[in-house]
């Protein structure tokens, strides 16, 4: 739009807006969220109100079930928490530091995007099997066994995890001022100072971000998991294995009773993630 046409337009006080008008572009954000998210949802708890409660409880309460909340939780807490700590130290030295090879080292973090979960898994097995380049010394000389074991699974869920992690802290750091670093130095303070109290609370909100980002992949992950778990009841089956193994013995309606517990928690978890970022950006701007 030249000059010329937008004067008018703001004389007479109406804005000029590149999208369509509210009432449209609502309708049509709500239509495609329900269209895309709201009804698949929903159709899983309507399936799982065909239970009785005692079905559900029995359903979503077994020994092998209850087992496999734990590994997937408890694995992909694991790995979310790791890929906090690495992940943000990998941000912090692609961005700080220059060094030979820098591009290649960020377009590998993006591989776990692009690469198939199922080739994933298989890469994985096969480098931390007991005859694998990197188990054979770890079971060897360590003695400690990664493939099929838990311990593999916290594996590949770090694996697939670590993009969300590095790609939400690395544009924060690239926009955080250093001057603001420097004036910290100019007033006396020392390193570990001044990444508490200037560096830190500013990626804090982006390193929560990560950390949800990373945990919802991880607890729903199946085709990296699969085939370097093992699949053991009891011992090392995810849940979602449990779903599909649900699914190939046509039991429906306990397959989504498992589906709606673990989007419940996840949705819970999420929501406090968010409750606690949404505070840290708060008391940030009050600072």
Excluded: C, H
């Excluded at 990560?210 to 729903?220: I, Q, Y």
Aim: charged residues 15%; hydrophobic residues 55%.
């Amino acid at each position: 739009m030249s000059a010329a046409t937008a004067a008018p337009i703001k004389a007479r006080g109406a804005p000029f807006r590149v999208m369509p008008g509210f009432k449209l572009s609502l309708g049509f954000t709500l239509f495609y969220l329900a269209l895309i998210v709201l009804i698949p949802l929903s159709s899983v708890f309507l399936k799982t109100f065909t239970m009785t409660w005692d079905a559900f409880f029995s359903a979503v309460t077994s020994d092998r079930v209850m087992a496999s909340y734990r590994l997937t939780f408890g694995a992909s807490l694991i790995a979310a928490l790791l890929n906090v700590v690495f992940g943000g130290i990998l941000a912090w030295v692609l961005v700080r530091y220059k060094f030979p090879g820098k591009r290649i080292i960020d377009a590998l973090v993006d591989l776990p995007f692009a690469l198939p979960t199922a080739v994933a898994g298989i890469t994985l097995t096969a480098l931390y099997s007991s005859n694998g380049w990197f188990g054979q010394f770890i079971e060897g000389v360590l003695g400690i066994k990664v493939a099929f074991t838990p311990l593999g699974v916290v594996v590949a869920l770090t694996f697939i995890g670590l993009p969300f992690v590095v790609r939400t802290v690395q544009p924060v750091l690239e926009d955080a001022e250093k001057e603001l670093e420097e004036a910290a130095a100019s007033l006396g303070a020392n390193s570990l100072q001044t990444f508490t109290r200037v560096i830190f609370p500013t990626i804090l909100p982006s390193l929560l971000t990560g950390f949800a980002l990373a945990f919802a992949r991880a607890t729903g992950e199946y085709g990296s998991v699969i085939f370097i778990a093992g699949n053991m009841p009891m011992v090392s089956e995810i849940t979602p294995l449990f779903i599909i193994t649900k699914l190939e013995q046509y039991d429906y309606a306990g397959a989504t009773a498992i589906a709606v517990v673990m989007l419940v928690v996840s949705f819970l978890l999420l929501l406090t993630i968010n409750l606690l970022q949404a505070w840290t950006r708060g008391k940030a701007k009050k600072s």
